[in-house]
């Protein structure tokens, strides 16, 4: 799972952009100083960096110029001089989004920067008994026979199995995989559950387990 390290001394945007980089199955860490933020980059070493620019403590410029790693930077920041945005970039930066800002266009931008960096494709075929899942293609193979999936059961799918044996709600599923903002209630979870379950075959139908009175999880029986 790629690492994103989202730097903003504002709480409510850190919170937006989580939730929906936390969608598409990215492992968020989050920091509202820039020496909390540096610490992060040293100890976790993530795949790409969102930084404030104007963030307190060492602004997200002077992590640019502190960080001794190749490693993708987006600039989230209100400043949108000329002279702002060519520091940005003479530092490094792939992109510069000023706020307001749209979170979709946001994580269309983050995707985009990691094809251009080629993080996104350094994740390798997932396979359990009767199972196999590219998750860069995504194709799907029961027992080598491909397997048509709707993108929300492609989706559901891909997120339990990179949460492996953890329990999610519902509520929990609705805002990781349909969006937060999403307007239908727990029953669509249940009725994805069924067509998915369906179409697997095999060993495959029972690595998607019901815990009665929690959720769904995805775990392989020994």
Request: glycine share 4%.
């Amino acid at each position: 799972m790629l690492k994103i390290l989202i730097a903003d001394d504002e709480a409510s945007i850190v919170e937006v952009v989580q939730l929906y980089l936390a969608k598409e199955n990215f492992e968020i860490f989050t920091a509202y100083d820039g020496n909390e933020a540096l610490k992060i980059e040293e100890t976790e070493q993530p795949d790409l960096l969102i930084l404030d620019i104007m963030l307190p403590g060492l602004t997200g410029l002077e992590i640019c110029k502190t960080i001794k790693r190749d490693v993708p930077v987006i600039f989230l920041t209100a400043k949108t001089t000329e002279y702002d945005k060519i520091t940005g970039f003479s530092l490094g930066a792939d992109d510069y989004i000023t706020k307001p800002f749209s979170p979709k266009e946001l994580v269309a931008r983050v995707k985009a920067v990691l094809r251009r960096s080629n993080a996104l494709f350094t994740e390798t075929m997932l396979e359990f008994p009767g199972l196999t899942i590219n998750p860069l293609s995504t194709v799907v193979q029961c027992d080598n026979h491909p397997v048509v999936l709707s993108p929300k059961e492609f989706e559901l799918l891909l997120f339990l199995i990179r949460h492996p044996a953890q329990v999610f709600s519902r509520e929990q599923l609705l805002t990781n995989v349909w969006g937060y903002d999403f307007d239908g209630d727990d029953r669509t979870v249940d009725a994805t559950v069924k067509r998915l379950r369906r179409k697997l075959s095999g060993q495959a139908q029972n690595h998607i387990h019901t815990v009665w009175g929690k959720g769904y999880k995805f775990e392989v029986q020994p």
